[in-house]
Nanobody
Protein backbone atom coordinates (compact mmCIF):
# COMPACT_ATOMS: atom_id res chain seq x y z
CA UNK A 1 0.00 0.00 0.00
CA UNK A 2 1.44 3.34 -1.06
CA UNK A 3 2.03 5.81 1.73
CA UNK A 4 3.58 9.28 1.88
CA UNK A 5 4.29 10.85 5.25
CA UNK A 6 5.31 14.47 5.70
CA UNK A 7 7.19 15.79 8.71
CA UNK A 8 9.16 18.83 9.79
CA UNK A 9 6.44 21.43 9.95
CA UNK A 10 6.10 23.89 12.79
CA UNK A 11 6.03 27.51 13.86
CA UNK A 12 8.85 29.75 12.64
CA UNK A 13 9.47 33.46 12.31
CA UNK A 14 9.59 35.41 9.08
CA UNK A 15 13.03 35.13 7.53
CA UNK A 16 13.74 31.74 9.04
CA UNK A 17 14.47 28.53 7.15
CA UNK A 18 12.76 25.16 7.44
CA UNK A 19 13.22 21.80 5.77
CA UNK A 20 10.27 19.50 5.40
CA UNK A 21 10.61 15.81 4.71
CA UNK A 22 8.37 13.34 2.90
CA UNK A 23 8.98 9.64 3.45
CA UNK A 24 7.61 7.20 0.90
CA UNK A 25 6.74 3.53 1.19
CA UNK A 26 4.88 1.08 -1.02
CA UNK A 27 5.78 2.88 -4.25
CA UNK A 28 8.70 2.60 -6.66
CA UNK A 29 10.14 5.87 -5.41
CA UNK A 30 13.23 5.92 -7.60
CA UNK A 31 11.31 6.13 -10.87
CA UNK A 32 8.47 8.44 -9.92
CA UNK A 33 8.13 12.20 -10.09
CA UNK A 34 7.28 14.12 -6.95
CA UNK A 35 5.78 17.43 -5.98
CA UNK A 36 4.95 19.71 -3.08
CA UNK A 37 1.66 21.54 -2.78
CA UNK A 38 0.18 23.71 -0.06
CA UNK A 39 -3.25 24.70 1.08
CA UNK A 40 -4.82 27.22 3.42
CA UNK A 41 -8.39 26.88 4.69
CA UNK A 42 -10.95 28.06 2.17
CA UNK A 43 -8.56 28.03 -0.76
CA UNK A 44 -7.59 25.48 -3.37
CA UNK A 45 -4.48 23.40 -2.99
CA UNK A 46 -1.73 25.19 -4.88
CA UNK A 47 1.44 24.04 -6.56
CA UNK A 48 4.74 24.77 -4.84
CA UNK A 49 7.48 22.69 -6.49
CA UNK A 50 8.02 19.57 -8.56
CA UNK A 51 10.89 17.32 -9.56
CA UNK A 52 11.43 14.60 -12.14
CA UNK A 53 12.32 11.12 -10.96
CA UNK A 54 16.06 11.82 -11.04
CA UNK A 55 15.99 15.47 -10.04
CA UNK A 56 17.21 16.67 -13.43
CA UNK A 57 14.11 18.76 -14.02
CA UNK A 58 12.53 20.96 -11.38
CA UNK A 59 9.90 23.68 -11.44
CA UNK A 60 8.68 26.15 -8.85
CA UNK A 61 5.75 28.43 -8.27
CA UNK A 62 6.71 32.05 -8.85
CA UNK A 63 5.90 32.82 -5.22
CA UNK A 64 8.67 30.52 -3.95
CA UNK A 65 11.20 30.69 -6.78
CA UNK A 66 14.63 31.57 -5.44
CA UNK A 67 13.64 30.73 -1.85
CA UNK A 68 12.62 27.04 -1.98
CA UNK A 69 14.63 24.13 -3.32
CA UNK A 70 13.13 20.69 -3.93
CA UNK A 71 15.35 17.63 -3.75
CA UNK A 72 14.75 13.90 -4.04
CA UNK A 73 16.84 11.25 -2.30
CA UNK A 74 16.36 8.01 -4.21
CA UNK A 75 18.46 6.06 -1.71
CA UNK A 76 16.49 7.04 1.38
CA UNK A 77 13.15 7.32 -0.49
CA UNK A 78 12.68 10.85 0.76
CA UNK A 79 11.65 14.15 -0.73
CA UNK A 80 12.65 17.49 0.73
CA UNK A 81 11.93 21.09 0.20
CA UNK A 82 14.46 23.44 1.68
CA UNK A 83 12.49 26.58 2.44
CA UNK A 84 14.48 29.74 3.06
CA UNK A 85 13.49 33.31 3.82
CA UNK A 86 10.04 32.25 4.88
CA UNK A 87 7.22 34.77 4.75
CA UNK A 88 3.89 34.88 6.60
CA UNK A 89 2.16 34.15 3.29
CA UNK A 90 3.95 30.78 3.21
CA UNK A 91 1.77 29.69 6.11
CA UNK A 92 -0.16 26.62 4.95
CA UNK A 93 -0.48 22.88 5.20
CA UNK A 94 2.16 21.35 2.96
CA UNK A 95 1.51 18.13 1.08
CA UNK A 96 3.87 15.88 -0.84
CA UNK A 97 2.62 13.99 -3.84
CA UNK A 98 3.91 11.26 -6.17
CA UNK A 99 3.09 10.76 -9.82
CA UNK A 100 3.88 12.57 -13.04
CA UNK A 101 5.83 15.74 -12.33
CA UNK A 102 4.19 19.04 -13.11
CA UNK A 103 2.15 21.90 -11.70
CA UNK A 104 -1.27 20.26 -12.08
CA UNK A 105 -2.33 18.38 -8.96
CA UNK A 106 -4.24 15.95 -11.20
CA UNK A 107 -0.86 14.59 -12.33
CA UNK A 108 -0.31 12.94 -8.98
CA UNK A 109 -1.64 9.56 -7.86
CA UNK A 110 -0.50 9.51 -4.25
CA UNK A 111 -0.73 12.14 -1.53
CA UNK A 112 0.43 12.53 2.03
CA UNK A 113 -1.68 13.82 4.91
CA UNK A 114 0.14 17.12 5.16
CA UNK A 115 2.23 19.00 7.69
CA UNK A 116 1.44 22.47 8.99
CA UNK A 117 3.88 25.34 8.53
CA UNK A 118 3.12 28.61 10.29
CA UNK A 119 5.27 31.68 9.72
CA UNK A 120 4.83 34.53 12.18
CA UNK A 121 5.62 38.11 11.26
Amino acid sequence: QAQLTESGGGLVQAGDSLRLSCTASGIDFTWIGMGWFRQVPGKEREFVATTSWNGDETDYADSVKGRFTISKDNVADRLYPQMNTLKPEDTATYFCAAGNPGQDRRNYQYWGQGTQVTVSS
